[in-house]
T-cell receptor, first 116, second 110 residues
């Protein structure tokens, strides 16, 4: 079945660092990928919709200059958290839309980001 | 504003019990409703519901959608400790965007 790979799974870094998270669709082409953020014991919050070859669509309240999304190919979308601060610490999950099959999207395993 | 509300927020049951999780929604441009199970990592797909009144079943889990009353339920019968997880419902709008509910944390104790 369709697989989405997300990397890294865990990252710890100092405040002020920029962190890049990759989301790859391994056996299918994903024209659309989604980025979510999840705080402890809370639900997934859609941050942005990433479309291959065009600018991402951000949800209200999400800073596009803070969370840079690039979807340069049909199998890769990246989320860069720029100048990360402790309040950016969270669990970030990507997903890719699947055109056919029972499931409408497949999730990556998530990235746990901890900013010190 | 679109919203998806799940209840209860958390639930503790004993093995063998049957549980019913609720998901109500107020959305525009509704397309489908989905249920996911989330343990430590990414959510695992359970069901996708598009039509009202048609029950979907997988083993001890089943789900149904009521588009008139705008809610869905997820039933788990004969619960096991492995069912302990957060259960999320989400809707897809006609723009193919997903919006998740608040989640229900289920704990099954032996």
């Amino acid at each position: 079945g369709a697989v989405v790979s997300q990397h890294p799974s865990w990252v710890i870094c100092k405040s002020g660092t920029s962190v890049k998270i990759e989301c790859r669709s391994l056996d299918f082409q994903a024209t659309t990928m989604f980025w979510y953020r999840q705080f402890p014991k809370q639900s997934l919050m859609l941050m942005a919709t990433s479309n291959e070859g065009s600018k991402a669509t951000y949800e209200q309240g999400v800073e596009k200059d803070k969370f840079l999304i690039n979807h340069a190919s049909l199998t890769l979308s990246t989320l860069t958290v720029t100048s990360a601060h402790p309040e950016d610490s969270s669990f970030y999950i990507c997903s890719a839309r699947v055109r056919t099959g029972a499931q409408p999207q497949h999730f990556g395993d998530g990235t746990r980001l901890s900013i010190l | 504003e679109d919203k998806v509300v799940q209840s209860p927020l958390s639930l503790v049951v004993h093995e063998g019990d049957t549980v019913t999780l609720n998901c109500s929604y107020e959305v525009t441009n509704f397309r489908s409703l989905l249920w996911y199970k989330q343990e430590k990592k990414a959510p695992t797909f359970l069901f996708m519901l598009t039509s009202s009144g048609i029950e979907k079943k997988s083993g001890r889990l089943s789900s149904i959608l009521d588009k008139k009353e705008l809610f869905s339920i997820l039933n788990i019968t004969a619960t096991q400790t492995g069912d302990s997880a957060v259960y999320l419902c989400a809707f897809i709008n006609t723009g193919n965007q997903f919006y998740f509910g608040t989640g229900t944390s289920l704990t099954v104790i032996p």
